[in-house]
DNA sequence: TACAAAAGTTTCCAGTGTCAACATCCAGGA
DNA sequence: TCCTGGATGTTGACACTGGAAACTTTTGTA
């Protein structure tokens, strides 16, 4: 004797992911800023307190999304690491150009990532820490080999994220009409800057001064 | 025959800058996630709707904060600008760490200049565009003086831009602890960081391969 | 001095986050 | 099989927010 009609049942069964996919959904579409944990439940098509069996606030939800984002990166980063074919220098620049494909191809969750958060939750903080040890770890080892300049990885790891962190922030938000050519396909054309980015990067940017 | 107690006047004479500190400081204070328009006006002891005379609505009054950011920003390049004793690859370096100071002295309005504006104004553009050009500028004419790689300013001006923005968002969000020695004081610290990273980035990440 | 525009206030409304109380469903032990 | 407790979802309420409208006070100026 309820008023439902057929079909809907009560309990959703994945309701966690789907208003994380929806929260994402909404920040692509709208902005941050804008995102409600109402819109976000009615996307769902639920009540506008049922995320709170999953997540203990909307901040709760944010954070959710960036960590997701976090391990998105990781996997993003997991062929150039395992792949035994690169050399150790082109390695770091693989892995530079993964961080901004990453970037445009999830602004939602990049944006998220790198935001204040108020109560950053430890398994935040985690799978921050585990994306950047990734970036470590490539460098420690290109150091190692002779192909990296200097002995301590943060020398070259801080820079380095530096720079692919900039890149995207500045291509995900920023000016993108001074950034490319105007017609060419974003991700493409993203890609290639990165490239070259983190080659520059790599190289100096310095004139060069004796060989060549 | 009005409630008020002496003192205090009807019109407050510069409530709009009053209105931009007061949003600065609560940015600084609490994020700027949680800035609202009312908290600002309070904080100056005015209406809630007072702001309004000002601003046409909340996402304007952070554009405002986010153009004194460029403005600021543009007055930190000016005096390195302008050195002539300055030679014009190490320009470039003291540039970016006028960058990386500038974010560390005013990080609520770093963090607001590079978030999303969902009506971004024609001042705020200009003013942002203004501070890009400082820096293309001093590309131009260190490579004019061959002193830069290159001859397409961008070429040096998109990474180089993409370095400092990247620590500094690392700087004022991200994880101090993980990129800086315990104890030191953090501007010094972040400053002897980013003249590192700028240099690093000058004469390149690989191992010096002939010369040396 | 009159008066219109500028600056600030009060009142109101819809939308939001969050809490508390209630409803529904599922799983496991009697 | 029943029945019962926890997990999940809903309804209703409250204080706070951005913003519109209509009002009051002040000030510059004709």
Redesign the pocket.
Known sequence: ????EASK?????D??SALLEAAVGLIEETGADS?????V?KRV??????P???F????ELTAAVAAEGFHKLSAEFHPVRTDADIDPAQRLVELGVAYVRFAMKHPAHFRVMFREHQNKPDWLEEASQNAFQALLDTVSEGQAAGALAGTEAHEIAIPAWSIVHGLSALLVDGPRDKFMPEGAPFTEAGLALARSTVETFLHGAAAPRDSR
């Not at 004797?1 to 439902?4: D, L, S, V, W």
């Not at 049942?9 to 069964?13: A, F, G, L, V």
């Not at 203990?56 to 901040?59: F, G, M, P």
Request: hydrophobic share 30%; net charge positive; aromatic share 6%.
């Open positions: 004797m309820t008023g439902r049942p009560y309990h959703h069964n309701l966690r995102l409600t944990l109402r819109s439940a098509g639920v009540s506008h307190t049922a709170y069996r999953h203990a606030d909307l901040s």
